[in-house]
């Protein structure tokens, strides 16, 4: 994506989309003639040359496809790699044709009809994943409003855009690109980027992202990034990866398929030349069983198996905002023993609140609350937010008030000639038992205190925390269930570390920690404990989302997470990691249950054939229709999981 623009790359995908795999319409044309003379001879009454000539010629309109890849893609691709190099759909050319030799035409139709539209609903489950990326691309902007020197507006292509250039966007307009908002102020839905519905409040200086809508509100914005560099582009890029990238089992079944294929065509001729000497068959009774064997040989529901279920379970999270560089991804999460998350930001709100506070006067505790809050409105640290967040609503504004703000010394002011300060512990030396009692039990809890003065003497003391996610502690819960073990990697100290991890019952805290050491926590993670996740918000923990054996980025959509990640979710939601797990654990479970159940018809047909138990009609029903029921089972994974917090 980053050697060419946006929509070169989306006229490739486009391409890609369309013919991966596919003919076009022609085929299913073709197919729905066929059938059409199926039934008529079905239905009807002809003589046997006409009813077996249109039993032909529903094999050739029907099986056009089935022929085409069976004969050409295996010729191509055993020319291409030097070696044989067969596909099931030969399999079924072969088994049609030999049914065809045995004069059972309509066994050879019946079994083009149904492979034929097992293959179809086959690209329709693929189908329904890659829309994904079609609906991605048609929300791809292309037209922007460039604001000229002039002030005068002008519509341009918005691959023409350079960083810096100012854009106007009016009411209901499509963002053109990622961007900062110069002027104005607007809602703005960014359901495209993070998969949250409710629209978000932007003003200046609040970044803005390409392809999501604007509201009611106008603004102009500067462009920040290339068009090949907005998150838009990179979530493309994200998804469209995913489709090439199947789960491990899914990469098997395909490198198993033509040397199981290739043992087929071995097995069934030395089996029908052998058998009428062995067991006394006649040569077209052994004939007969060869071609049965054929059809129930055939991997065409082991083939089905992993991929439809793997995409539509990819498909179902891309819709929920949560997003996989592939089904490999995904199919491991399941297997996860550790995981390990990055505090702030992921397990907690990332912003301190306050939880507790204290004031050795209560007569006199409001006017103080009054002053802090007068104070504090001319910091902007984070803990000025906290504070005025917590008392704003219930005191008293002065607006005379004149602070002095000094760093490491923290703000100082006067209020009718008496002298007031707010700062850290280690700045005041008049600390009262009662404050000083306070202010230790709520540093063993782990939370940050300020002290108030007046007139060099602490009389007030605010505790504050890095409160928990409200849906962390559900999710750490369901991961206990699990049997998996979880790690808290914050760079706060021990004890800060271990109030959240209790709060939340997380097993093992690590506190302290720099950013380039995360990854070593992780390697020790996985040689005690094995299979390790790491979730966190993709910037400074890059070198631990990388170590892990899947790296999972929360963050409100950012560039950086993408990059590093081997999943993404796009909002700061715990909630979807559960969703995801649950996701890949019935992924699993669905491809174990088509492998065993398409296996078990494959051993059934087999045996039952080799004691005369089925014909012809019989098989094909059952080998096919098994390959479309393994094709529904797998699609079960397009629809939502109820229930994602247990």
């Not at 033509?258 to 030349?273: A, D, H, K, Q, S």
Request: glycine residues 6%.
């Amino acid at each position: 994506m980053h050697t060419k623009s946006l929509n070169q790359a989306n006229v490739a995908d486009r391409k890609y989309i369309e013919e991966d795999h596919h003919h076009g319409k022609s085929p299913i044309i073709l197919y729905s003639l066929g059938l059409l003379l199926y039934l008529l001879v079905l239905f009807g009454s002809f003589n046997p040359l006409i009813e077996n000539s249109l039993f032909i010629l529903t094999m050739l309109l029907s099986g056009y496809h089935v022929l085409s890849e069976g004969i050409v893609d295996t010729v191509t691709e055993s020319v291409k790699r030097k070696r044989f190099h067969p596909n099931v759909h030969l399999l079924m050319a072969l088994a049609a044709l030999g049914s065809s030799i045995i004069g059972a035409f309509d066994e050879g139709a019946l079994l083009i009809l149904i492979f034929a539209g097992a293959h179809f609903l086959e690209d329709y489950a693929e189908d329904k994943s890659k829309r994904e990326i079609t609906n991605l691309l048609k929300m791809n902007p292309t037209e922007a409003r460039l604001v000229l020197s002039s002030g005068e507006t002008k519509i341009v292509n918005v691959s023409s855009l350079k960083i810096g250039d100012e854009l106007k966007v009016l009411p209901g307009d499509q963002i053109p690109t990622d961007g900062e908002i110069i002027s104005g102020s607007s809602y703005i839905n960014e359901a495209s980027i993070n998969g949250e519905s409710i629209p978000k409040e932007k003003t200046v200086q609040d970044e803005v992202f390409g392809s999501t809508i604007n509201g009611d509100g106008s603004f102009n914005m500067k462009v920040t990034k290339n068009s090949e560099d907005t998150v838009f582009a990179k979530i493309v890029e994200l998804v469209n990866q995913s489709q090439t990238n199947l789960s491990k089992t899914a990469t098997k079944i395909n490198k198993i398929e033509p040397i199981y294929v290739t043992v087929v065509m071995i097995v069934v001729p030395v089996f029908i030349l052998s058998v009428p000497f062995l067991l006394n068959w006649s040569w077209n009774e052994s004939f007969y069983r060869g071609m049965i064997m054929l059809v129930s040989a055939s991997p065409c529901a082991l083939a089905a198996s992993a991929v439809p279920a793997t995409l539509s379970g990819i498909s179902n999270l891309a819709k929920r905002g949560v997003l996989f560089k592939g089904g490999a991804y995904l199919s491991n999460l399941a297997n996860i023993k550790s995981i390990a998350f990055d505090k702030t930001g992921t397990l907690t709100e990332g912003k301190p609140s306050v939880t507790d506070y204290y004031f050795i006067n209560e007569d006199q505790a409001d006017e103080w609350i009054s002053i802090i809050v007068s104070m504090e409105k001319s910091a902007n640290h984070p803990l000025a937010n906290a504070i005025l967040e917590k008392f704003q609503s219930q005191s008293d504004f002065l607006p005379d008030l004149s602070v002095e703000n000094n760093i490491g010394k923290g703000l100082a002011a006067m209020v009718q000639n008496k002298h007031y300060q707010i700062g850290k512990p280690s700045l005041f030396e008049n600390v009262p038992s009662e404050i000083q009692t306070q202010s230790d039990q709520f540093s063993n809890e782990g939370k940050t205190v300020v002290y108030f003065s007046e007139e060099n003497k602490v009389v007030g003391i605010i505790a504050m925390m890095d409160l928990p996610n409200p849906n962390a502690k559900a999710v750490i819960r369901y991961l206990n269930k699990q049997g998996i073990h979880s790690t808290m990697i914050t760079g706060d100290s021990e004890l800060t570390g271990k109030a959240v991890a209790n709060m939340l019952s997380i097993d093992e805290v690590a506190g302290n920690v720099l950013p380039e050491n995360k990854s070593q926590i992780i390697a020790e993670s996985q040689k005690k404990y094995g299979y390790t996740a790491m979730v966190g918000d993709g910037i400074n923990d890059a070198p631990a989302l990388v170590a892990a054996d899947i790296g999972f980025a929360m963050g409100e959509g950012t560039d950086v997470a993408i990059d590093v990640a081997d999943a993404v979710i796009m909002k700061n939601d715990l909630t979807k990691f559960q969703y995801a797990h649950r996701v890949s654990k019935k992924l699993n479970r669905i491809v174990w249950q088509n492998i065993l159940f398409s296996m078990l018809i494959v051993v059934l047909l087999i045996t039952l054939n080799f004691f005369g138990r089925v014909d012809i009609g019989i098989g094909v029903l059952a080998h096919e229709g098994s390959t479309i029921l393994v094709i529904l089972n797998g699609l079960r994974l397009l629809l939502p999981i109820k229930s994602s917090l247990q």
